[in-house]
């Protein structure tokens, strides 16, 4: 039997959440195999590792997600320090709950390690899954259509979104359209995917060891602003947009870091 959230089979229950997102990483790690292939790089290395990147970046997104709680969880007892009292619900990922700032956070140390363990280029690495990281996102998102959230104010645009009464904000219960922030964040993934694949082929001499990566830490920070502004329920550490707070930094260093790269450190090599 399938429902609106996932397929029952037997006493199995398979939620489209969990399958949309392990759809993401699979088909992120096709496209890192083939980009590998390309460079002529070890790409067992990538599939020993894989289940092992995977994990260490659930871990991060759901450490990320309890850290920084949405203002209607917190309203509705869901804090950090909740989630820290009762580890069943810490774990369980059935409904949602994975931050993509905490996914990279978690997933980029575990193959630096693995990489330093086997002897393989980290920086050339991460430059060719940044790409398939950005497709992963780009389908995973998904997921917060199927579980209706991720949506942005309320709207009357042909695109928007109907967002069903139980899972609209108390002070919104009256509106049913809104912004669909997962589909915006996707398509601004998919293009990500091109722009860093393109990049890959086109410069790929010319380029650096981890340029790639530091791209897509300037384009996702870029969406991930912007969009934080049409989001009714943006997580908030200490009155601050968590999000948003850490984007910024992240896209200032990253873009710093290319810049001083190509700029300043080939000068003083010349």
Do not use: C
Request: glycine residues 8%; charged residues 15%; proline residues 5%.
């Amino acid at each position: 039997m399938i429902d609106q959230y996932g397929i029952h089979l037997g006493p199995l229950y398979l939620r489209f959440y969990g399958l949309i997102i392990m759809a993401g990483a699979v088909a992120g790690a096709y496209l890192a195999d083939w980009l590998a292939q390309r460079r002529k790089m070890n790409t067992d290395f990538l599939w020993d590792s894989l289940l092992w990147i995977i994990f260490a970046g659930i871990v991060g997104a759901r450490i990320w997600h309890i850290l920084t709680p949405s203002p209607s969880l917190v309203a509705s007892g869901i804090t950090t320090q909740y989630y820290l009292t009762h580890p069943l619900a810490a774990i369980n990922l059935l409904n949602g709950g994975l931050g993509i700032p905490g996914a990279v956070i978690g997933g980029v140390p575990a193959l630096y390690y693995l990489a330093k363990r086997r002897k393989q280029n980290f920086l050339a690495w991460v430059d060719v899954i940044a790409p398939a990281l950005a497709l992963g996102q780009a389908i995973g998102r998904w997921g917060n259509f199927v579980n209706q959230e991720l949506y942005g104010a309320p709207t009357d645009l042909p695109w928007a979104v109907t967002i069903d009464p139980a899972n609209r904000l108390p002070e919104f219960a009256n509106q049913a359209t809104y912004h669909p922030i997962f589909l915006y964040e996707s398509l601004w993934s998919l293009g990500t995917v091109f722009l860093l694949v393109w990049l890959i082929r086109a410069y790929g001499e010319r380029l650096k060891d981890g340029d790639v990566f530091l791209v897509y830490l300037i384009t996702y920070p870029v969406i991930r602003i912007l969009l934080d502004f049409l989001r009714l329920d943006a997580s908030e550490v200490a009155g601050v947009n968590a999000n948003q707070a850490l984007m910024a930094v992240v896209l200032v260093l990253a873009l710093g870091t290319l810049i001083y790269r190509h700029k300043f450190a080939d000068r003083k090599q010349a």
